[in-house]
């Protein structure tokens, strides 16, 4: 159908999760 898609998956452990988050967060909600 011509979408053009991305997927990338990761694993982490519970433990790593807060930080991915909020790199993730930061990540997403920094000025471009």
Same mark, same amino acid.
Request: proline letters at 6%; hydrophobic letters at 30%.
């Given at each position: 159908?011509?979408?053009? =898609?991305?997927?990338?998956?990761? %694993?982490? %452990? #519970?433990?790593?999760?807060?930080?991915?988050? #909020?790199?993730?967060?930061?990540?997403?909600?920094?000025? =471009?």
């Amino acid at each position: 159908d011509g979408t053009v =898609r991305d997927t990338v998956m990761y %694993s982490l %452990s #519970a433990g790593e999760w807060p930080e991915v988050k #909020a790199h993730l967060l930061y990540q997403q909600n920094k000025p =471009r």
